[in-house]
């Protein structure tokens, strides 16, 4: 569920920030049920989506790849917890060097989302 929700964030936070979509950021979900559909960012050649179906479909086949191959061990998992990905860009200050700090990070991590 975290993972849905750090994609969530980043839905929200880059046409907020770009601002072109002249619309709060919850209210252009439901752009995608008009005739014209959803056009991220207001542009129509960027991603134009029409059927929520769709949307769904491609967002659970993406998440169940992106899942799979952290769970197969693929290269960014060679020798590592498959629930924890680790490395450099996820922990890019250092905060788990000690390994007992480690543990109880994973713990709040699973606790907290």
């Given amino acids: 569920h975290a993972r849905w929700a750090m994609l969530g964030l980043l839905g929200v936070s880059v046409p907020e920030i770009v601002g072109k979509i002249g619309k709060p950021w919850f209210e252009v979900g439901a752009d995608i ?15 134009h989506a029409q059927s929520i179906i769709a949307v769904v479909a491609t967002q659970v086949i993406f998440m169940g790849l992106i899942e799979s191959y952290r769970l197969n061990g693929g290269p960014a998992g060679d020798g590592l917890d498959s629930l924890h990905p680790g490395g450099p860009f996820f922990d890019p200050f250092n905060l788990a060097e000690d390994p007992e700090k480690f543990a109880e990070l994973k713990v709040k991590e699973i606790k907290n989302g």
């Fill in 33 to 47: 049920f008009s005739d014209d559909g959803l056009n991220y960012l207001g542009n129509p050649s960027a991603i």
